[in-house]
């Protein structure tokens, strides 16, 4: 995991690394990593899932903002926040890991277990019209393709996107007024 690591965070396009580069690196056989991962979708969501382990715990178990004793105006936004921040700092691999193909992000446990926080959250709102499907339409603003594309390929910068991001979640949890 630590060579596959290192590959990754330095990779200019880590979809081009293999499972014989990363074997390679850490010194063991190909079939080594195969036996371990299965294969590289499956290498890519252990090394994934090692680096998001922090921010679950923070997510699940921490003080407010983030945990789980915050108002729910306060913790969506928050868990957005810490969301798009973690694929930030990962985006080569959270684009790889999403551009995979082998199955969907949406059956994926880590993208469940952020839906899940969310929804729960934003059930705690009186009058929020489908926590399910607005948790879904939130976290659509932090898939990698789009932080890559917004952070990347348009420049904009980490602060400004968190703003933007931190904004629209406020919109979408502010109470509003009754038809």
Known sequence: MEAADTLFAAAESPEELTMADIAAAAGVGKGTLFRA????????RALYEARLEPVREAAE????????AAPPQQRVPALLDAVLCFKLDNR???LALEESGTSSLYQAEHYARWHGLLRSALEQIPDLD???FTAH???AATRADLV???AGQDGVP???LRARLANYAGRVVAPHPAP
Do not use: M
């Open 130 to 132: 489908d926590p399910d």
């Open 148 to 150: 890559e594309r917004l």
């Open 92 to 94: 080569r691999l959270a």
């Open 158 to 160: 980490r602060e400004r």
């Open 61 to 68: 178990a921490g003080p407010p903002p983030l945990g789980p």
């Open 137 to 139: 339409a939130l976290l």
């Open 37 to 44: 991962f299965g294969d590289r979708a499956g290498l890519l």
